[in-house]
C-alpha cells in the first residue's frame, strides 16, 4: 500500500480519517487539500495473470505484468458515516462495459462484503474509486481474478483490517472458488496452489453459494445481513522459482463475444466432448476405469492416463522454468496438456495448428507455448526473438481471419501490493 501524509507531514495511520485524500497522479510532488501524494503508483496495482501453463489446470499460475490500479480518494466530511454507495470511474480496457454502480461492480461488491464481515457496513462517506485497467477482460488474463484481489485490498486498507495476504486468499476463495488466478494475482510470480481438506462445517461455508456470499444491496440500501466469514486455511500455495531469462509473449485475439463460449467447464459442450474423447482415446483402458473430477457443480471424469499425462508434466515443469539457462526441449513438451486444451481448441480458430507448428526446433528462443487460461489468449515463453515468434503466432490467426494484439512481460513478482 502507498503512504500518504497529513498537513503536519506525519503518516497516515489509514484511509478513515475525515478529510484524508489518497490522490493519484503521475508527477510526483503534487498536493491537494494538503495531503502529498508520495508514490507515482495509485492505491494499490494487482498484476495479471496466467493460469494453467499448459498441464497444471486448476493448479498453477504466474502473475504478469500488467495491471489493474486503485485510486481511492475520501471526503473531508463525517467519515464514521458509512454507506454502500460510492462514485466509481474506470478508464482502460474494457471501461466502457465496466459496471459503475458499487451494489454491482464486482471489485466493489467484494470489497464491501470483507467490510461487512467485519461489522462495516459500507464504505466512509464520500468515497470516490477510480479504477485504471490494463488487463483485457475476458481473455483469459485474470481479469476476475485481479478484481476479487482489487477488492480485498480495498476493504482491508479502507477497514483498517490488516489481513495478512494469506487470511485474504481464503475470502478470494469464497468468491473465486479456484486458487489458480487469485494466488498469482495476490502473491506474484509462479505459483501452485491446492485447496485444504476442511471439515463438514467448513465445507458448508465455503459452498455456500456465489449470490449468497456477495449479496447485492436491497435497492442500494444496505440490509444489516452478515454474510458467511471464510474459514481459515482454505488454499495453500508455494511460489516456484523462474529463470529470469524467461518473458512471457501473449497474443490476445480480438474475439468479442467468443469468450463467453469459454467458459467450457460449465457447459454441456465440454462434458460431452470430454466423455466422446475419453472413449475414443481409452474405450477399454488397461488403467482403472475413468475418475470423476467436481468443478462448477458437474462431474467430470478424466481418463486415468490423461491425468497421469498431465501430472508427468506438472511435475517437471515447475522445475524446468526455474532453471538457467532453460532447457527449451524439456519445456516445450512439459507445457502439453491432454484435460483442457485438446476441448477448447476446436473453438479457437487457428489453435490447433499453432500448438502443433511454433516449436523451439523451428522458432529459435521459443521455450514453450499454451493457452492462457480458458483462452483464447495465447502465452508462449521465450528467451529471445521475442518479436518473430509473436508475429508468427499473429500470422496463423490471420489465416483464420482472427486479428490480434500482442505484448511482451515479465513476471509480476510482488503481486498485489
Known amino acids: 500500500m502507498k503512504k500518504v501524509f497529513d498537513q503536519t507531514n506525519q503518516e497516515a495511520p489509514g484511509l478513515a480519517r ?3 485524500i489518497i490522490v493519484c497522479s503521475h508527477q510526483r510532488g503534487d498536493v491537494r487539500k494538503g495531503v502529498e501524494e508520495v508514490d507515482e503508483s495509485g492505491l494499490c496495482e494487482v498484476p495479471c495473470s496466467s493460469a494453467n501453463i499448459g498441464p497444471g489446470f486448476d493448479v498453477a499460475g504466474v502473475a504478469l505484468t500488467r495491471f489493474l490500479e486503485l485510486h481511492v480518494k475520501i471526503g473531508q466530511s463525517d467519515t464514521s458515516t458509512v454507506t454502500p ?3 466509481i470511474t474506470c478508464e482502460g480496457e474494457g471501461s466502457q462495459n465496466i459496471d459503475r454502480a458499487p451494489d454491482r461492480n464486482l471489485l466493489t461488491r467484494v470489497a464491501l462484503y470483507v467490510l461487512r464481515c467485519h461489522d462495516q457496513h459500507g464504505f466512509p462517506s464520500q468515497t470516490s474509486i477510480h479504477i485504471k485497467n490494463d488487463i483485457p477482460l475476458g481473455r483469459g488474463l485474470g481479469s476476475s481474478g485481479a478484481c476479487v484481489v482489487a477488492g480485498l485490498m480495498l476493504a482491508n486498507e479502507v477497514g483498517g483490517l490488516e489481513l495478512s495476504k494469506d487470511r485474504m486468499l481464503d475470502y478470494c476463495l469464497m468468491i473465486e472458488r479456484h486458487p489458480d488466478n487469485v494466488a498469482a494475482a495476490l502473491y506474484g510470480g509462479f505459483v501452485g496452489t491446492y485447496l485444504s481438506d476442511l471439515d463438514a462445517e467448513d465445507m458448508v461455508r465455503k459452498e455456500i453459494p456465489l449470490s449468497e456470499v456477495l449479496p447485492a444491496p436491497a435497492g442500494g440500501v444496505d440490509t444489516g445481513l452478515k454474510p458467511p466469514i471464510p474459514p481459515f486455511g482454505i488454499g495453500n500455495h508455494m511460489k516456484f522459482p523462474w529463470s529470469p531469462s524467461i518473458k512471457a509473449i501473449v497474443i490476445i485475439p480480438d474475439f468479442g463475444r467468443l469468450r463467453l463460449m469459454l467458459a467450457l467447464e460449465s457447459t454441456e459442450y465440454f462434458q460431452r466432448s470430454a466423455q466422446q474423447k475419453h472413449e475414443k482415446f481409452c474405450p477399454q483402458s488397461t ?4 475418475r470423476s473430477v467436481t468443478t462448477n457443480n458437474r ?10 499425462f498431465n501430472m508427468q508434466r506438472i511435475a517437471i515443469l515447475t522445475h524446468a522454468l526455474g532453471q538457467s539457462p532453460p532447457n527449451p526441449e524439456l519445456i516445450y513438451s512439459g507445457m502439453q496438456d491432454a484435460i483442457h486444451q485438446p476441448y477448447r481448441k476446436e473453438l479457437i480458430p487457428g489453435l490447433s495448428e499453432i500448438l ?4 523451439p526446433k523451428t522458432h529459435p528462443g521459443l521455450l514453450g507455448i499454451c493457452l492462457s487460461g480458458a483462452g483464447p489468449t495465447i502465452l508462449a515463453l521465450a528467451t529471445d526473438n521475442f518479436e518473430p515468434i509473436a508475429e508468427e503466432i499473429i500470422n496463423k490467426f490471420s489465416g483464420a481471419n482472427v486479428q490480434c494484439k500482442w ?6 513478482n510482488e503481486g498485489a501490493t
Open 18 to 20: 475525515t478529510g484524508y
Open 85 to 87: 454507495s460510492c462514485v
Open 287 to 290: 488403467h482403472g476405469p475413468m
Open 299 to 308: 462431474q467430470m471424469a478424466y481418463a486415468y492416463p490423461l491425468k497421469v
Open 356 to 359: 502443433q507448428s511454433v516449436k
Open 407 to 412: 505484448s511482451l512481460l515479465e513476471p509480476a
